[in-house]
């Protein structure tokens, strides 16, 4: 899992509340560390985190959306694939999107799949002064 804290805005300073933007696509090399890098040149993320996970999609392989398999074909295989997760400023929510979007090529045929909704609920963790981010 690889985890990334880029700022913590006093709880004062936002605006908007915070949103959640959840990110999959395939587990192609290191693309996922790459977007959470391009993520440390934004502002307002407040943290991001990547993990790796499977997915089945249930209207591949012959499934159609009533789960019945279709004669000759097979269930879906799992395929390995990166879920990266940004917590960012309301404010800024929809840009981070667009940009996360863009970059990570969600528009092309098996790109993945993007959403972002309210966040839930979440403790503010302050990291001491003088911690260096994780190599990589």
């Given at each position: 899992?690889?985890?990334?804290?880029?700022?913590?805005?006093?709880?004062?300073?936002?605006?908007?509340?915070?949103?959640?933007?959840?990110?999959?696509?395939?587990?192609?090399?290191?693309?996922?560390?790459?977007?959470?890098r391009?993520?440390?040149?934004?502002?307002?993320?407040?943290?991001?985190?990547?993990?790796?996970?499977?997915?089945?999609?249930s209207?591949?392989?012959?499934?159609?959306?009533?789960?019945?398999?279709?004669?000759?074909?097979?269930?879906?295989?799992?395929?390995?694939?990166?879920?990266?997760?940004?917590?960012?400023?309301?404010?800024?929510?929809n840009?981070?999107?667009?940009?996360?979007?863009?970059?990570?090529?969600?528009?092309?045929?098996?790109g993945?799949?993007?959403?972002?909704?309210?966040?839930?609920?979440?403790?503010?963790?302050?990291?001491?002064?003088?911690?260096?981010?994780?190599?990589?």
């Amino acid at each position: 899992m690889a985890h990334l804290h880029i700022h913590t805005p006093d709880i004062a300073e936002l605006g908007e509340a915070p949103k959640l933007i959840t990110c999959v696509i395939p587990d192609e090399g290191n693309k996922d560390l790459e977007l959470l890098r391009s993520l440390r040149s934004g502002g307002d993320i407040i943290t991001a985190t990547s993990y790796q996970s499977r997915w089945v999609g249930s209207l591949s392989g012959g499934l159609m959306g009533d789960g019945k398999q279709r004669k000759g074909r097979r269930a879906p295989q799992a395929k390995a694939v990166r879920v990266i997760s940004v917590v960012v400023a309301g404010e800024f929510a929809n840009d981070v999107f667009q940009s996360l979007y863009d970059q990570a090529e969600i528009d092309r045929p098996e790109g993945g799949i993007m959403y972002m909704g309210p966040l839930g609920i979440a403790t503010l963790f302050t990291l001491p002064e003088g911690v260096t981010d994780e190599p990589g």
